[in-house]
């Protein structure tokens, strides 16, 4: 469903369309300077599939199986189906980097002879999507079910009456076959551990069964050509969305730097950062994985153990916390590296391009003592000074591909800070200034690294013409850009007015803050260290001059 959602989105409104019943079956790179942007080294051959004659992208039960997924062992005439759909048109795909999003039986990754390393237990679990037919009176709510024999179930509500069930079944060994596995098979031990409350179903959506491993590729990337994303690089259980979720963080993540190198705004060196940072993301959820493994299978402790429950235990609440974390990103930190400074005054050099160095400037975390380097930025209500119109500060980062310098201009009442702002307003419009050194001659001024300013003065007493035309460019046909300024103050029947508190910015002197275009915090510093800025944007982005 959320598949199709995207594809049709893709298909109205941008270039890029889906081509289905496509085989691939070969994959070669040439040795290619990652930094030639004309060079095509990826070929990858792909015969078609007749439409009438291919095999269904699902196996009974519903589990995921691509075209080109046929294991050695399905009987002859599975074998024959497939030779059937083939047809003779081959076509020779020639591209500069390609992105394999193919699951965790990655035909990609296996051409790139990548192994998937970790452990996978013998515990088996049935996931169902039925609409249930219960007297359990919380079958509505997000929860937990332990039982003191039979085992545990995830029980998670969805859209159209129908409950998503994660049923724990037991241990597969020598006397057991998952392939035996039916619908009735995980319903039955539903009840079980449900019992004495009843459940049954009579409209079953989907289903399947899985074991619990915790797997993950060496590699993210080869030669910075060819990447992989989602379950091809990392595999974990299927609770609670977590292998979407992460996926499509993965997928984001790559997306915004490849955007930019391919647009010619950046240098390919930062496409080294998807793997550093989002294999820490892929180690550190494969752990929690492991943790939450663990609880489920826990049993429910009884009144000999102080009438603690497992759901109840310290550990649970913690799992719970750090997953959602997981899910939303908002956790993820991203440590240091080409995008994200060194949480230091000191300059240091790191490594760009596996040989060359680069000066690597620091940030001065002390002047926003509540953000965290490489975290998201966090979100707050502010006014707009124009509309005195509350906005949460996020809604103002859409995710477009641009650079954020965000200006807490501190308190202008003040003449001195009032200088200060004036000062930063003249050397970002100076014709060297980064804005123009990075913006194309033919885009506008913040098509690359837009500036938004938030000051702390009355809102009141203030206007827009108080700052330097920079904060609120002009266009010959549309006139003052009225929503590049805002104001940390309070408004009409609205809990605003602390956003620099919140932040553990200083009210009089504000700082500078960058925040990439995935909204993770760059660099944090003082009004007048706009050169440490463009120390940091150096080695990122490609001059246009």
Known sequence: MIEQTLVDLLRVDSRVFVERSRLPEHLSILPSSAEDRQAYPVTVQVRHLRGDKMRSSYKTGGEPRSHFQIKADEDAAAMEEQKLAVSEDVEFIHTKYLIACDGAHSWTRRQLGLPMEGDQSEAVWGVIDIIPITDFPDIRQCCNIHSATEGSILNI?????????????????????????????????????????????????WWSVYKIGQRLSPKFSVDNRVFLAGDAVHTHSPKSGQGMNVSMQDAYNLGWKLGAVITGCAKPAILQTYETERRQVALDLLETDREVARLYAQRPMDSTHNGTNATDHPDFGSMRERMSEFLTGVGIIYSESLLVARASAQASKIPVNGHQESMKVGAKTELASKIKLGARMPSYKVLNQVEARPVQLADMLPSNGKWRLLVFAGNIKDEVQSMRVSDLGKALAAPGSLLHRYTPLDKPIDSVIEVLTIHSSPRTETNLFDFHDIFHPYHQDLGWDYWKVFVDDVAALENSGDAYVSYGIDRHDGCLVVCRPDQHVGYIGALEDLQDIERFFEPILIPQL
């Open 157 to 205: 509500p969805r859209e159209d009456r129908i409950n998503r069930l994660y049923i724990q079944l037991g241990v597969e060994d020598s006397t057991s076959n998952r392939s035996k596995i039916t619908p009735r098979t995980i319903i039955a031990a539903a009840q079980k551990i449900m019992a004495p409350y009843k459940i049954d179903y009579k409209i079953c959506d």
